[in-house]
T-cell receptor, first 114, second 114 residues
């Protein structure tokens, strides 16, 4: 079984600045993927970025990038040039094994100040 | 361009009533699953299916029943609703149950049990 921990319940960032959301995980599997999902007030789950455990290079998607520290089991999300539309709840998740069982953290609420 | 469709979007039930949350996908995905989201808990896996005729339990299966008679549909049944089942329910699907596959989520079903 895997666990995902997001210890910060809330964060705030000024528009146009950079913010980092923290996540740690634990799994005994060697093959796994890590994800960040965004959930706006509409509650829709939107995939932001994914990272394969075997890849050392950190994933990037436009303004979103991760800092994947495999030995430390840390997977943080950096949002650059924050926009008002980035305000949402963000979930870190881990997926292992053959049956695609996503394990989610408790989420962090990000607010963006204009 | 339907993707994963959940119905109903909102439902209020009385304790002891039964109901079925419907989920349908039009992407020919083998893997489907149900999650519930509670405040401060993230999303937790209820049941999942790796193909028609095959289902299995997730992290929080008690009080829920599923079946998978077709590839497209994966209904979630509440046999005798309890207030503890008040939650937001998400159906999800992916092409195969592999950890790296993109998981597509429905828009959620808000269920209140009074």
């Amino acid at each position: 079984a895997q666990t995902v921990t997001q210890s910060q319940p809330e964060m705030s960032v000024q528009e146009a600045e950079t913010v980092t959301l923290s996540c740690t995980y634990d799994t005994s599997e060697s093959d796994y993927y890590l994800f960040w999902y965004k959930q706006p007030p509409s509650r829709q789950m939107i995939l932001v970025i994914r990272q394969e455990a075997y890849k050392q290079q950190n994933a990037t998607e436009n303004r979103f990038s991760v800092n994947f520290q495999k030995a430390a089991k840390s997977f943080s999300l950096k949002i650059s040039d924050s926009q008002l539309g980035d305000a949402a709840m963000y979930f870190c998740a881990c997926n292992t094994g053959a049956n695609s069982k996503l394990t989610f953290g408790k989420g962090i609420t990000l607010s963006v100040r204009p | 361009n339907a993707g994963v469709t959940q119905t109903p979007k909102f439902q209020v039930l009385k304790t002891g009533q039964s109901m079925t949350l419907q989920c349908a996908q039009d992407m020919n995905h083998e893997y489907m699953s149900w999650y519930r989201q509670d405040p401060g808990m993230g999303l937790r896996l209820i049941h999942y299916s790796v193909g028609a005729g095959i289902t299995d339990q997730g992290e929080v299966p008690n009080g829920y029943n599923v079946s998978r008679s077709t590839t497209e549909d994966f209904p979630l049944r509440l046999l005798s609703a309890a207030p503890s089942q008040t939650s937001v329910y998400f159906c999800a699907s992916s092409y195969y149950g592999l950890p790296g596959n993109t998981i597509y989520f429905g828009e959620g079903s808000w269920l209140t049990v009074v």
